[in-house]
């Protein structure tokens, strides 16, 4: 199975910060990682694909990059709305893993 | 634009068959360009995935969970369904099912359910 390692595990950031995520994979997996946000209670949504397109209706604060096995997801400039937990996803080949989750908390 | 909702019981009884179904609406799953999974998410931890089908009925399981899983499509009620025997607390999770669509063969999880929490107890 591809593990995927996500650091930091959390963060505090203030709102108009640049975060950065990164996620790293155990080989190599090309452009085959994508990007999750999700809030309490909520079902994750789909952020980032083949690790730097933006998905449809995504703010463009948010952008993606890396390929082979280290990857970053970043927010420009931190909105209120964008205080959730973030995961990346390979669908490189099946196992599909998730990393363990990035938690953006208010600073 | 296309929505899909879990059904199911809450509670299952330790060693029993948990059995959740996804119905799609604003689309039909009959599409040859989508898979559907299923994942989950046990209290407070990350994300797990289950297992996918297509139109077709082609499966890909989670090795961990393969000997217990079935999941299988009806094409005609616009659902697929999820069948977990022998379970146990462990299953306890918030289970999802979601749409896996593909951009040059770059799959992703594009639309999702709202989720069912299961709780596995006597």
């Known amino acids: 199975d591809i593990q995927l390692t996500q650091s930091p595990s959390s963060l505090s950031a203030s709102v108009g910060d640049r975060v950065t995520i990164t996620c790293r994979a155990s080989q190599s997996i090309s452009s085959y990682l994508n990007w999750y946000q999700q809030k309490p209670e909520k079902a994750p949504k789909l952020l980032i694909f083949a690790a730097s397109s933006l998905h449809s209706g995504v703010p463009s604060r948010f952008s993606g990059s890396g390929s082979g096995t280290d990857f970053t997801l970043t927010i420009s400039s931190l909105q209120p709305e964008d205080f959730a937990t973030y995961y990346c996803q390979q669908s490189y080949s099946t196992p599909i893993t998730f990393g363990g989750g990035s938690k953006v908390e208010i600073k | 634009q296309v929505q899909l909702q879990e059904s199911g019981p809450g509670l299952v009884k330790p060693s029993q068959t948990l059995s959740l179904t996804c119905t799609v609406s604003?689309?039909?799953?009959?599409?040859?360009?989508?898979?559907w999974t299923w994942i989950r998410q046990h209290p407070g931890k990350g994300l797990e995935w289950i297992g996918y089908i297509s139109y077709s009925g082609s499966t890909f399981y989670s090795p961990s969970l393969r000997s217990r899983l079935t999941i299988s499509v009806d094409t005609s009620k616009n659902q697929f369904t999820l069948k977990l025997s022998s379970v146990t607390a462990a299953d306890t999770a918030v289970y999802y099912c979601?749409?896996?669509?593909?951009?040059?063969?770059?799959?992703?999880?594009?639309?999702w359910g709202q989720g069912t929490p299961v709780t596995v107890s006597s």
């Open positions: 979601a749409r896996v669509g593909a951009v040059n063969s770059y799959y992703h999880m594009d639309v």
């Open positions: 604003g689309g039909s799953i009959n599409s040859g360009r989508y898979y």
